[in-house]
């Protein structure tokens, strides 16, 4: 596709990343452990946040609706890299999402939702990153970058592969 809509789309997809990171990093830590008078504001602030990511992820979603009834089958959509990260990360922003906006009493503490909704939000970083790198792959001074960032961890995939088995 053209060089102006990468970048329009780099740049969208930036502004969700940062959205979505400042949530995760400074605004669900109080929705987890509030104070019993200070935490209230902070709390409507991260939701505003999140309410500001929001058409990207509208956007994100269309787009890939869009691609999935363009190609010719189910399998052909997922044999694509970029289709499965996509496809996955969607799948699991929209469900952090929800967990957290249907997480309405933090007085209980930490209970399972809390930590399911932080191991969401971790491995998100990591797919959301794979993204930010596939943008990075269309511009002239990072595309090498990335590409032997990509042949590193392709040729480590068994190696980690065989420590994760073994821990």
Not at 38 to 54: D, T
Not at 80 to 98: E, G, P, Q, R
Request: proline residues 3%; hydrophobic residues 50%; contains cysteine.
């Amino acid at each position: 596709f053209g060089r102006g809509r990468h970048i329009r789309l780099f740049l969208f997809f930036l502004f969700f990343m940062l959205t979505f990171v400042t949530y995760e990093v400074v605004f669900f830590p109080y929705k987890v452990d509030p104070d019993t008078d200070n935490s209230a504001p902070i709390i409507w602030v991260g939701l505003g946040v999140q309410i500001l990511s929001l058409p990207y992820l509208i956007r994100w979603t269309l787009d890939e609706i869009t691609q999935f009834r363009s190609v010719s089958g189910f399998f052909t959509y997922f044999l694509s890299h970029s289709n499965s990260i996509d496809f996955i990360s969607l799948a699991m922003v929209w469900t952090a999402y929800i967990i957290d906006w249907s997480y309405a009493n933090p007085e209980n503490g930490e209970d399972e939702i809390v930590k399911v909704g932080r191991a969401l939000y971790a491995f998100l970083n990591l797919l959301l990153c794979s993204k930010f790198m596939y943008f990075l792959k269309g511009f002239e001074g990072t595309s090498a970058l990335i590409g032997m960032i990509t042949a590193i961890v392709v040729d480590m995939s068994m190696f980690l592969l065989i420590m994760v088995m073994t821990t």
